[in-house]
């Protein structure tokens, strides 16, 4: 077996390991963060269940730490409050971002862990498989039931060579961008094998496996071995180690060479992760910003070196840099030494150990502006600012840019030496909460509420018929920052009236009003779209607002993984077109039937809808496992949840 195959199979509750069966696997730890993580745990708390049942959850508040206005501060003290009732450990704000965190202190070869967040995967990169979810999902697995997915096609991706100096992880990653771009990948895992392995240190493996979602992959896996225990053993966790590795006669569905000594320094243009290019295409370009960190490239040996290279000088004056860690850890580590002022010295603005910038809650661009960024998006308008070129590059990359003030291959100027991992991390986890009771919980805790805290919000039993309008037309490869904006709306998170106010704000801002006005009107939305949609993030935002607004279903040309389980647990029925050709031929505004939808559901999946304002009609299916078919039949998990609960059903 593959590494894949070995861990999925040690987990394996349902099913067999065969690609596109659904599996069901048992799930030994979680994550989530405060963006997605405080209606998670609304809809576990709707769940009865007294306590956590993994062996290990971990809250924590990275997202929205900037506190303008209450909201924020209320969802963190009642994430906080939760955790302690439920026995989750939790991590304060200013401790750092949930990946890198978790990968220092709680990640394990051979362990699964399913966060409320796309980005969980960089746990691959020490062996796990890490997988992002919604946070109904992930609720469901600290209940303790079971996580379902399809079983995976695995790709290899054989690595040879060992990459030159000035050339890094985030290149690797771009480099298998390049080869697969960010759709059509569903189901596959990426599983990285070959004597180029053993050159990478883990935060190099980490930032691959946390970047492979932007491939729209399952999850991404590097294989548990000598490298990965020199870093727990310097996390001090060299108990947690063991050693996995594929079996010479493992079998993949197909292979990838890359030769790490050929890979040059490359970028990811405006406005998607896979527009890849070469840095010396674009040497020259004028830079306005430099942003380096989030939980792509804000490790030890990332920072590290950012601080070797400005050692002695300044950055160029017409370009704004800012650099935020991404662990207290390893913000303490270059204080030690005597390499955090470096950064200060340079004139770097020292941001927080959070996640900022990345999403748009900070350091929004200017007008038109150029921004170089070791972040993982860039989608249009994620940074805050829809005009700013957003292009994603190495910290190497980054800072010969923030010197000279123009893109510049790294390689074509001074080089960081190679960064070591030290013998032992210093280890303080004095901001995170863990509770002398943690495995049981204190059940007489007081949840604290504050009035931007809503309930969690039920759809209803899906109808025989669905008659709706296409309240909405859109194109290829769009993302769930489209949907549902993060930045500045992220804080009406927990309020799902006013959040849903948003849905789409970026395309259409008087999709929210016209929603509700033909649900109003007994009349259902239907969202019509091109390839790939639901890119992006795991927020099931994307999927339980539209519900609120009244969206009974979705017909793309092609959808994403996590956002199609997402539009299953909230009741919304994901339909493909038959022949994309059908999509040229709706507008918006069009009226559409769909007849005896549950018949159709509970048979082949293939229904014909009909076009009464071009009096015509095409095909769409819907390719449903028995258990997604009564999910959506029963208008979203949280009603299945409550009908099981009514009935005294413990599943």
């Given at each position: 077996?593959?590494?894949?195959?070995?861990?999925?199979?040690?987990?394996?509750?349902?099913?067999?390991?065969?690609?596109?069966?659904?599996?069901?696997?048992?799930?030994?730890?979680?994550?989530?963060?405060?963006?997605?993580?405080?209606?998670?745990?609304?809809?576990?708390?709707?769940?009865?269940?007294?306590?956590?049942?993994?062996?290990?959850?971990?809250?924590?508040?990275?997202?929205?730490?900037?506190?303008?206005?209450?909201?924020?501060?209320?969802?963190?003290?009642?994430?906080?409050?939760?955790?302690?009732?439920?026995?989750?450990?939790?991590?304060?704000?200013?401790?750092?971002?949930?990946?890198?965190?978790?990968?220092?202190?709680?990640?394990?070869?051979?362990?699964?862990?399913?966060?409320?967040?796309?980005?969980?995967?960089?746990?691959?990169?020490?062996?796990?498989?890490?997988?992002?979810?919604?946070?109904?999902?992930?609720?469901?697995?600290?209940?303790?039931?079971?996580?379902?997915?399809?079983?995976?096609?695995?790709?290899?991706?054989?690595?040879?060579?060992?990459?030159?100096?000035?050339?890094?992880?985030?290149?690797?990653?771009?480099?298998?961008?390049?080869?697969?771009?960010?759709?059509?990948?569903?189901?596959?895992?990426?599983?990285?094998?070959?004597?180029?392995?053993?050159?990478?240190?883990?935060?190099?493996?980490?930032?691959?496996?946390?970047?492979?979602?932007?491939?729209?992959?399952?999850?991404?896996?590097?294989?548990?071995?000598?490298?990965?225990?020199?870093?727990?053993?310097?996390?001090?966790?060299?108990?947690?180690?063991?050693?996995?590795?594929?079996?010479?006669?493992?079998?993949?569905?197909?292979?990838?060479?890359?030769?790490?000594?050929?890979?040059?320094?490359?970028?990811?243009?405006?406005?998607?992760?896979?527009?890849?290019?070469?840095?010396?295409?674009?040497?020259?370009?004028?830079?306005?910003?430099?942003?380096?960190?989030?939980?792509?490239?804000?490790?030890?040996?990332?920072?590290?070196?950012?601080?070797?290279?400005?050692?002695?000088?300044?950055?160029?004056?017409?370009?704004?840099?800012?650099?935020?860690?991404?662990?207290?850890?390893?913000?303490?580590?270059?204080?030690?030494?005597?390499?955090?002022?470096?950064?200060?010295?340079?004139?770097?603005?020292?941001?927080?150990?959070?996640?900022?910038?990345?999403?748009?809650?900070?350091?929004?661009?200017?007008?038109?502006?150029?921004?170089?960024?070791?972040?993982?998006?860039?989608?249009?308008?994620?940074?805050?600012?829809?005009?700013?070129?957003?292009?994603?590059?190495?910290?190497?990359?980054?800072?010969?840019?923030?010197?000279?003030?123009?893109?510049?291959?790294?390689?074509?100027?001074?080089?960081?030496?190679?960064?070591?991992?030290?013998?032992?991390?210093?280890?303080?986890?004095?901001?995170?909460?863990?509770?002398?009771?943690?495995?049981?919980?204190?059940?007489?805790?007081?949840?604290?509420?504050?009035?931007?805290?809503?309930?969690?919000?039920?759809?209803?039993?899906?109808?025989?018929?669905?008659?709706g309008i296409a309240t909405i037309k859109v194109g290829d490869k769009i993302t769930t920052d489209h949907i549902m904006p993060a930045g500045a709306r992220l804080k009406y998170r927990s309020n799902i009236?006013?959040?849903?106010?948003?849905?789409?704000?970026?395309?259409?801002?008087?999709?929210?009003?016209?929603?509700?006005?033909?649900?109003?009107?007994?009349?259902?939305?239907?969202?019509?779209?091109?390839?790939?949609?639901?890119?992006?993030?795991?927020?099931?935002?994307?999927?339980?607002?539209?519900?609120?607004?009244?969206?009974?279903?979705?017909?793309?040309?092609?959808?994403?993984?996590?956002?199609?389980?997402?539009?299953?647990?909230?009741?919304?029925?994901?339909?493909?077109?038959?022949?994309?050709?059908?999509?040229?031929?709706?507008?918006?505004?069009?009226?559409?039937?769909?007849?005896?939808?549950?018949?159709?559901?509970?048979?082949?999946g293939r229904i014909e809808v009909r076009n009464i304002t071009k009096n015509s009609s095409f095909e769409i299916y819907t390719d449903l496992t028995e258990r997604q078919k009564a999910i959506v039949l029963a208008g979203g998990l949280m009603n299945?949840?409550?009908?099981?609960?009514?009935?005294?059903?413990?599943?």
């Open positions: 077996m593959n590494v894949t195959e070995k861990i999925l199979s040690a987990h394996l509750i349902s099913g067999e390991l065969k690609p596109g069966r659904e599996i069901a696997i048992k799930i030994d730890q979680t994550l989530t963060q405060d963006a997605t993580g405080t209606m998670a745990y609304l809809q576990f708390e709707s769940m009865g269940i007294d306590r956590v049942q993994t062996e290990l959850s971990v809250s924590y508040v990275d997202h929205n730490t900037d506190q303008t206005g209450f909201e924020n501060a209320d969802d963190h003290a009642y994430l906080q409050s939760v955790a302690q009732k439920y026995g989750i450990i939790f991590s304060r704000a200013g401790n750092g971002i949930c990946h890198q965190l978790h990968l220092e202190r709680f990640g394990k070869p051979g362990k699964t862990l399913i966060g409320s967040d796309s980005h969980t995967t960089t746990g691959g990169g020490i062996g796990m498989i890490a997988i992002g979810a919604g946070g109904l999902d992930v609720a469901v697995a600290m209940g303790g039931g079971a996580f379902y997915m399809a079983s995976p096609s695995v790709v290899k991706v054989n690595l040879t060579g060992k990459l030159r100096l000035g050339v890094s992880a985030k290149d690797v990653i771009l480099k298998v961008l390049e080869r697969y771009g960010s759709s059509g990948n569903v189901g596959r895992v990426m599983e990285y094998a070959g004597e180029g392995v053993a050159t990478l240190d883990v935060p190099s493996r980490a930032t691959i496996t946390n970047m492979g979602t932007e491939l729209g992959v399952t999850t991404s896996v590097f294989p548990s071995d000598e490298v990965t225990r020199r870093f727990l053993a310097a996390q001090g966790r060299e108990e947690d180690w063991v050693a996995i590795k594929a079996d010479p006669d493992a079998v993949y569905a197909e292979v990838f060479d890359i030769d790490l000594s050929k890979v040059e320094p490359l970028a990811a243009g405006p406005h998607n992760p896979a527009n890849v290019m070469t840095i010396s295409s674009i040497a020259g370009k004028k830079v306005n910003q430099v942003l380096i960190g989030s939980c792509t490239n804000s490790s030890y040996r990332d920072l590290k070196t950012v601080a070797l290279l400005l050692k002695d000088k300044k950055v160029h004056p017409d370009v704004s840099v800012g650099v935020a860690a991404g662990s207290r850890q390893v913000v303490l580590q270059l204080i030690k030494e005597n390499l955090f002022e470096n950064l200060v010295m340079a004139g770097v603005r020292i941001l927080e150990n959070a996640c900022g910038f990345c999403i748009g809650l900070n350091q929004s661009p200017g007008t038109d502006a150029v921004s170089l960024r070791t972040s993982n998006r860039n989608f249009e308008g994620r940074s805050g600012t829809k005009s700013a070129q957003v292009y994603l590059v190495s910290p190497e990359t980054a800072v010969a840019a923030a010197l000279t003030g123009v893109i510049t291959a790294p390689t074509t100027v001074e080089t960081a030496p190679e960064v070591a991992i030290p013998e032992k991390f210093i280890l303080d986890d004095t901001m995170f909460l863990f509770r002398e009771t943690a495995s049981v919980g204190v059940p007489e805790t007081e949840i604290i509420r504050g009035p931007n805290i809503g309930k969690v919000p039920v759809g209803e039993q899906l109808p025989a018929k669905i008659k009236p006013e959040y849903s106010k948003y849905v789409f704000e970026q395309v259409d801002q008087q999709f929210h009003i016209k929603a509700l006005e033909n649900k109003t009107n007994g009349m259902a939305n239907i969202i019509i779209s091109g390839d790939s949609y639901g890119q992006g993030s795991s927020r099931e935002h994307a999927a339980m607002c539209p519900m609120y607004l009244g969206v009974r279903a979705v017909i793309a040309k092609s959808m994403e993984r996590i956002h199609f389980a997402n539009l299953v647990n909230f009741g919304i029925v994901p339909f493909i077109f038959s022949s994309s050709e059908a999509y040229d031929n709706i507008d918006v505004n069009d009226v559409l039937e769909l007849d005896d939808v549950i018949n159709a559901i509970n048979a082949d299945q949840i409550a009908a099981k609960q009514k009935q005294g059903s413990t599943e």
